[in-house]
């Protein structure tokens, strides 16, 4: 099974992990009770000569094995699926919907190997994370995928197998192709030449992972500056397409391993003013969790363009392998052990 690719049927039940809390309180108050009767009785020597007087640290790891079972518990309740893949019997389904191509670009350059992300992986892996989450949710829809350093490639061409996507989603590596630099012109030029090729009664999105650095605009200044960024935000304007661009790092310059320039290191930051004025819509990936971040690609995904007919596309379901018997192993352990420890110490007499 790979990590990335578990999901689960229910994700909301994770709220019933606060029932914790109400575990630990109830056992602590009872514990407290137990004691303050038998003070009522004598003193604690006392009643320890009279009764067989219950461990501390048996009843703490019955608090302890409880609250486990009880996550366990919930984890598998969640419905914890993954490792996709087609049903051995392949059905397809007719279904009716707006002919609707996704194409996904990735920033592969030497800038996008630096860790700066919200959840401490690389640019490139957090971008490979939100693609993969974004395309399981595109059951249905054309999807493609390029990246691009100083020029483009596509590393998929249009196929509605999201499955196959997301396997070359995980193997995308920094200077895919051993080519360094970045060129939004040139690159964008070349996505936008593929663009123009999809039927005109298709509607097209496209969505960008980046962290809005081009060399050449990065080394201009002043006026020059401006016509660069100017020239590459209005690369897609002739097409009819939806671009969502996505932010990946920080805005704090981070040094780039390995790489220097006249002998001194070279830093890189987010440069979202570019990324907002290529797309119609921006975000910031390190400004969102994964799935929340996903949820609002697919809503600007899901605007149906004025006039757009439907058309019958076949559709083959993927299927999912669950484990929830794991979890619901270990929550049974964990009660069977919670219920085996004894209340009391076992006081041996001679």
Known sequence: MIPSDLQFQHPALIILALVIVGIIFLFWYLQRYRKKII????????????????????????????????????????GPEGDAHYPDALQSQTTSMIAHEIVVVVDVSDSMSVADTRVGQSRLNHSKEIADTLASQLAGKDLSLFTFTSEASQQVPE??????????????????GGISGTDYLKSFKEIDKYLKTRPKEKLLSVVLFSDGGDTKWESLSGEEKKAREAEIAKTFEEIDAMIVTVGMGSEKPQKISGIKYKGQPVTTKLEPELLKKIGQQYFEANNETTIGLTDKILQELDREAPGRGKVKVQTAGIEYDRYFQL???????????ALWIPETKVRKTT
């Open 327 to 337: 979890p619901l192993f270990f929550a049974m352990l964990f009660l069977l052990l």
């Open 39 to 78: 003070q009522e009785f004598g003193s604690e020597q006392i009643m320890d000569r009279i009764l067989h007087p219950r461990a501390d640290l048996f009843f703490q790891w019955k608090v302890i094995l409880l609250c486990l079972a009880w996550l366990f518990a919930i984890f598998a309740l969640m």
């Open 159 to 176: 196929t509605m197998d999201a499955l196959f996507l997301r396997l070359m989603l995980n193997q995308l590596k920094i200077n895919e």
